[in-house]
């Protein structure tokens, strides 16, 4: 059985720890990862509680096949808290190294409360768990941090994952990265770890991690390996992520500017092609995976000489396209800046091309940047604003960490509208105008703006719909997508590894089985999916979020047309047809009006206890 | 008796390993029937993204670890070079691990003696499962042949060039 059955609890104001077993009910209903992560959450938290106040629980947890030898499952955890930037529920997922260790040492879970005196780190020795000092590390980057405290700790295999400056300085977009840069990227839970004074967690894990059939089970690894070298992960594998590139910009679904344009003039430039041929020295991978993803990029000349990062599209186009910046040397040191102080590079880059549109059109002004240049297209600026906001320097600095959402309410005179958000958090890399499946997928979406909630973009760039409007059946096809991605993020699969369950949910649940022995169908797992979606809703809802005007677009899409001449000429979201969108996603899922989820549809799920929550909420809306 | 030359042993490509474990992952079922990378006797190691390699028993001629061992609890098959442990003997006092310069004898985190590469009785799981095909079951001379055909494409890449 390859569920550790353990869940430990550490208490950072006392620095007491305590372990108890893992509900293996729970475990069923809820999977691992994300599901039972956020079920836990809402176990241990309670209502209007501040993300960064000691009492928000911060939730480090594996899935059923961290490990174990699955490629891209094995060496995975997710983390799950409430996020300072969308005051929802956040789920950010990481593969790595670290996830495997953490099972090994006999964990399914760490469930973090309280805040500790002075900043610390934990170090989970097997059974030993304890607060060590991290005053020598206070500034450090995650990578520093790693290899402090191996060195310090003496052996080279101990696991980390750990903030940088911007977390420990609440950063509301700072990440936490393990293995020099594996991030639990989006929603700023470094800064809960930050508010928690917690600088990382160590871990060495020796145990043996079973599965219930290691015959069948190693025989179905055998199988995916095979697949992997396949067409389900070409794109991965050979020019990454960054193909994407090209491609949305033929699409004129590449935004640009701030979502001004939707195609970009340096496209070529800054495109996959361009960056394996020129920088990318080598392609490497995760634990147990041989897939191989991460294209690790170092510039060989120019004033960035030696700047080194992995590089992947969503961090790319925020730091280049959007922000207009067509060298690919500054984009690798902007990411490399992003990943040195632990801050989202996806946030990070639509925060700086906010800044950027808000300085063209006079909002601010050289007098609140302290004399810097910051036009669209000036790279040091970009790299300059970078650290501004990781370091929290300065006025910009510091009103730029506070992220879009808030940086537009402080700085007010119409800036709220060049702030590209939802639910507080920054958008990923799709023109919403051109990819309107997408923009009705990110808008309900638990987490805020992500492409990775239910890859609604997919269908809009594959042409399996008409990618222009928004129509009835889009509901549906978001629906199936959010609960398949539930359950690919309980079991923690990599979402690149996506295509090789040629079987799908079947494949999934077969997984599953082998590992952990409880037996699972399809339909179970997708049922599964589906609770932890609700069970989600519910969450915001309880946060005084997750209704129909929670579920918004940014003012550009619905009110700027995209002013490029071809096909995507004056495209836009129209309010008429989110709303058609929006009725008939909340129709298919069993929701009101109002996108609170039904008492019936709960009881359906088995969240019985859910129902005090909504109906509150859908009597206090009459 | 077979030669040094004849004997095959697991050798890692450091310009084709990216430090994944799978070799790890795959020893420690074959021998332990678990995943424990603890327990492998393949071991894989990550400098940084550029450098990275899996290390196991090179079958040295004269082997230093079994010249080591004070209560001759090693000894190296003739027939294939590997180290045998004779646990009885072993009290894990490791001067055998101090001997090898490769690190690639080991303290049995359970057994508490120590455990080296066997080869897999001449079908070595590591290298059928190694992802990258950075591991191959091979000997010394091939390496070096290999080695050698590399080098010299490459210094004649140009008239390999135009003779296509």
Known sequence: MSYAKRILYVDLTTGKTEIKPLDEKLAKEYIGGIGLGMKLFLDHSKAGVDALSPENPLIFITGPLSGTMAPSAGNSYAVVSKSPLTDGINESKAHGFFGSELKRAGYDAIIFTGKSEKLVYVWIDDESVQLLDAEHLKGKSPAETDDTIREELGDFYIRVSAIGEAGEKLVRVACIINDEFRAIGRGGMGAVMGSKNLKAVAVRGTKDVNVADAEEFTEFVRTIHERMKGPATRKYRTLGTPENVLVLNALAALPTRNFSQATFEGAEKVSGEYLNER??????????????????????????????????????????????????DAIIEAIRLCDYYGIDGISTGVIVAFAMDLYENGIITKKDTDGMDLSFGNHAALVETIKRIGTRTGWLGNVLAEGSMRAGKEIGRGAEKYANHIKGMELPGYDLRTLKTAALGFSVSYRGACHLRSGAYSPDVKGKVDRFKIEKGRGKLIMDGEDLYNVVDSLILCKFSRGVMYDGLKDMAKYYTLATGIEMTPEELIKAGERINNLARVINIREGKGTRKDDTLPWKIMNVPVPDEGIAKGAVVNQKEFDLGLDDYYSVRGWTKDGIPTPEKLKELGLKDLVSIVKKKISSMK | MPTIHEKKFVSGDPSKCIGCCVCEYACSMEHENTYNPTKS???AIRLNSFVNLAVACRLCEDSPCVAACPRDALMQSEETGIILVDEDKCNGCGWCIEACDYGAIQLHPESKKVFVCDLCDGEPKCVEWCPEEALDFTTKDIISQKARISAVKKLFQDALKSEK
């Open chain 1, 279 to 328: 920088y990318v020295k080598k392609i490497i991978g995760c634990a147990t995976c041989g897939m191989r993803c991460d294209h690790i990029a170092v510039v060989p000349e120019g004033e960035y000489k030696g700047s080194t990062s992995r590089i992947e599209f969503e961090c790319l186009w925020a730091v280049g396209p959007l922000c207009a910046v067509d060298r690919l």
């Open chain 2, 41 to 43: 006797r393949i071991r």
